[in-house]
């Protein structure tokens, strides 16, 4: 079982805010395991708004499934406010477990990596560069799906996915945009990988999409989207008007 990782992120018209990148991990390291699957809800929360012309303002929980807690959990995640904003979750392989690696390492790093590079010049804030230069520069061993949103200022939101994290702009009552989970087959999806056997940015799937003021962008592992259907998680958010407090349960 995984631990679930959500973020919902508001989409605003705001007065410039500023705050530093925020990277939260989980709390250990060849082929590519299965995945197992978890049900889960939402927990502590961070809330920021993020500087643009179209800012997020974006609320975030993350809880390891019990078994998990005294480490942390498997996922990471990080928040940047560079450029019009990006946020980005790893999922790590917990089959790893069964060789006595600590299947968090590697979303750790991976993600510590991106949130380095976010303004590298040669990224050039492309999700799927940066998931190139995230993974080659990774170094501990394990694997882990992983997806990345841009958004710009002029509310393009770019999206490169490689897994089963996944991502819903919701739209009024209703899923405007959804991306697709990749699998090679039920519980092993494609994944980054220390291995030379798991994917690359080339398997990313890679989407744009306009976003709108007052849209709602639900990020996540697949512990949520595995176990909470589109309706529920829009009833839940169009409830709420604090992202901080439109936690999925």
């Known amino acids: 079982m995984a631990m679930i990782t959500v973020f ?21 390291r060849n082929s590519a395991p299965k995945k197992n699957k978890l049900l889960c809800y939402a927990a502590s929360s961070h809330t920021k708004t993020i500087r643009s012309e179209m800012s997020f303002c974006i609320g975030t929980h993350m809880i390891p499934h019990p078994k ?20 980005a979750v790893a999922d790590g ?8 690696v600590d299947p968090s ?9 991106a949130s380095c590079l976010v303004g590298d010049e040669e990224v050039s804030y492309d ?11 990774t170094s501990a061993v394990g694997s882990a799906t992983v997806i990345v949103a841009m958004l710009e ?34 519980d092993c999806p494609y994944q980054l990988s220390s291995e030379i056997a798991g994917q690359t940015y080339l398997d990313a799937v890679v989407s744009r999409v306009e976003v ?17 259907f ?19 349960s």
């Open 153 to 186: 200022a002029n509310g393009k939101l770019k999206i490169a996915n490689v897994g089963d994290c996944g991502l819903r702009v919701i739209r009024g009552d209703q899923v405007f945009f959804s991306t697709s989970p990749q699998e090679h087959y039920f």
């Open 105 to 113: 390492l590697f979303p750790q790093e991976l993600m510590a990596n």
């Open 93 to 100: 392989v917990s089959g790893w477990a069964e060789r006595n």
């Open 230 to 248: 589109d309706h529920e998680i829009v009833s839940t958010v169009v409830g709420q008007s604090d992202v901080a407090e439109a936690g999925i």
């Open 212 to 228: 709108m003021e007052g849209d709602t962008i639900v990020m996540g592992s697949d512990g949520l989207f595995d176990n909470v």
């Open 127 to 137: 999700p799927q560069i940066l998931i190139r230069k995230a993974h080659a520069a």
């Open 8 to 28: 919902r992120a508001s989409i605003s018209r705001s007065l410039p805010y500023c705050f530093p990148n925020l990277l939260s991990s989980s709390s250990n």
């Open 68 to 87: 998990k807690v005294e480490r942390g959990g498997e996922d990471s995640f990080f928040v940047s406010d560079y450029n019009g904003g990006v946020i």
